[in-house]
């Protein structure tokens, strides 16, 4: 089947690209009928870590009064706030799964997992 057929593309963007057949991700090939499913998931997140190291640091702050740990606790709560969540785009095939694209953008992952429920269905319609 010939993958440049405009009639067969779902998706194309600079990294990812959609076809009737053929799944690539950046220099990875994902063959469409190995592929089960598609879902997005969040990833874990370690926020919970500069928070809790600003909560150990507010003690010793206040007690020793030193603007060097103080400019540490401010340092972990904007490192806390400024960690963004990131997505996972998880495939489902027939050997396992693989998460084979991360962004800190769901929409986008949300786009590209329609892409491919739209491919691999499009056999059935």
């Known amino acids: 089947m010939d993958t440049n057929n405009d009639n067969d593309l779902f998706y194309e963007s600079p ?4 076809t ?18 598609a879902i997005v998931t969040k ?7 500069p928070i809790l190291g600003a909560i150990l640091m507010i003690g010793p702050a206040i007690y020793a009064g030193s603007i060097g740990l103080w400019l540490i606790f401010i340092g972990l709560i904007v490192a806390a706030v ?12 027939g050997l396992g799964e ?3 694209l991360r ?16 491919a691999i269905t499009s056999d059935y319609l």
Not at 15 to 18: E, G, Q, T
Not at 28 to 35: A, Q
Not at 43 to 49: D, L, S
Request: net charge positive; glycine share 2%; charged share 30%.
């Open 43 to 49: 990833q874990q997140n370690y926020r919970r870590y």
């Open 98 to 100: 693989i998460r084979p």
């Open 82 to 93: 400024l960690m963004k969540p990131t997505y996972a785009l998880r495939l489902k095939t």
């Open 103 to 118: 962004s800190q953008n769901r929409e986008e992952l949300e786009v590209v997992k329609e892409a491919i429920h739209k």
């Open 15 to 18: 990294n990812v690209k959609i």
């Open 20 to 37: 009737k057949s053929v799944l690539i991700i950046a220099n990875s090939r994902y063959y469409i009928k190995e592929i089960n499913g």
